[in-house]
């Protein structure tokens, strides 16, 4: 069965840094690119970040490029994302999938509150 | 960056009834297209992807059409559990980039 589990969120004072890990079963995910999306509260999906299979090439929407940084854990079968410089608008739940022809399965997503 | 206009924003409907969303790109993506399912508390679910391909596990109910700029998801006979957000998104270019969600409701 294929599972993804994010977790790491939590309440982060702005300026702050958290790392969200996902790990996965069910598919190894070297042989994937993956990605992090996320969602604010009451509004609609947003793509953050992607790391090609090979982790040759990383991409990052434009409001979060130079302060999160995507990353894979090969032999623990994990993604990660490191966010640093935390803003109030980063505020949201933050879902891993698998990117392949379009992002899915999905993981449950972790809740990330950026507030003083 | 692409920009997906969903259409309608809401879409009343009932039980056993036919849904037709619209997702409308503001340049060609060929056939770069996936839908998503949204139920509420839930993470999105991928339906179709490529424009017409149902993924894994997903009815026949649901299916896609369209290429260039303009894509249709078709639910035929909506169940009870269809009701809930759809969100296009096209991975022709970076960023990849999400329609606002067409919200499905009883």
């Known amino acids: 069965e294929v599972q993804l589990v994010e977790s790491g969120g939590g309440l982060v004072q702005p300026g702050g840094s958290l790392r969200l890990s996902c790990v996965v079963s069910?598919?190894?995910?070297?042989?994937?690119?993956m990605t992090w999306v996320r969602q604010a509260p009451g509004k609609g999906l947003e793509w953050v970040a992607n790391?090609?299979?090979?982790?040759?090439?990383?991409y990052y929407v434009d409001s979060v490029r130079g302060r999160f940084t995507i990353s894979r854990d090969d032999a623990k079968n994990s993604l990660h994302l490191q966010m640093n410089s935390l803003r109030a608008e980063d505020t949201a739940v933050y879902y891993c999938a698998r990117d392949l022809r379009g992002f899915g399965p999905w993981g449950q997503g972790t809740l990330v509150i950026v507030s003083s | 960056e692409i920009v997906l206009t969903q259409s309608p924003a809401t879409l009343s409907l009932s039980p056993g009834e036919r849904a037709t969303l619209s997702c409308r790109a503001s340049?060609?993506?060929?056939?770069?297209l996936a839908w998503h399912q949204q139920r509420p508390g839930q993470a999105p679910r991928l339906l179709i992807f490529?424009?017409?391909n149902r993924a894994t596990g997903i009815p026949a109910r649901f299916s896609g059409s369209g290429s260039g700029t303009d894509f249709t998801l078709t639910i035929s006979g909506l169940e009870p559990e269809d009701f809930a957000v759809y969100y296009c998104q096209q991975r022709a270019d970076w960023p990849q980039t999400f329609g606002q969600g067409t919200k499905v409701e009883i």
């Open positions: 069910g598919f190894t995910i070297s042989s994937y690119s």
């Open positions: 490529d424009a017409s």
């Open positions: 340049q060609s993506i060929s056939r770069y």
């Open positions: 790391i090609k299979e090979d982790a040759s090439d990383t």
